[in-house]
Nanobody
Framework: QVQLVESGGGLVQPGGSPRLSCAAS????????MGWYRQAPGKQRELVAR???????NYLNSVKGRFTISRDNAKNTVYLQMNSLKPEDTGVYYC?????????????WGQGTQVTVSS
């Protein structure tokens, strides 16, 4: 079993720069892709950023230049540094990881952390 635990969300003023963290724990052999998704009220969940085990990154167009994803493979942790936040960045942010364990590969999700951008 694998658990993903996110932290770092909350109420942020426009222009703020919070950092989200997500730590994976449990029966882990290796982690392939780690990423962050978000879901705004009334909208579908969308990919915000993803990073492979070798460090290749992809971003949602609307966050390019403002958000930076990184990971610490030794700690099985992925981060999302968010800068210049806008109200439209509001949503529940979910961590995702593709993990290899005793029973094979699995796709895992965190419980989500709310990010609200408002003055």
């Amino acid at each position: 079993q694998v658990q993903l635990v996110e932290s770092g969300g909350g109420l942020v003023q426009p222009g703020g720069s919070p950092r989200l963290s997500c730590a994976a724990s449990g029966s882990i052999f290796s982690i392939d892709v780690m990423g962050w998704y978000r879901q705004a009220p009334g909208k579908q969940r969308e990919l915000v950023a993803r990073i492979t085990s070798s460090g290749v990154v992809n971003y949602l167009n609307s966050v390019k230049g403002r958000f930076t994803i990184s990971r610490d493979n030794a700690k099985n942790t992925v981060y999302l540094q968010m800068n210049s936040l806008k109200p439209e960045d509001t949503g529940v942010y979910y961590c995702n990881a593709v993990v290899s364990g005793p029973t094979g590969w699995g796709n895992y999700w965190g419980q989500g952390t709310q990010v609200t951008v408002s003055s």
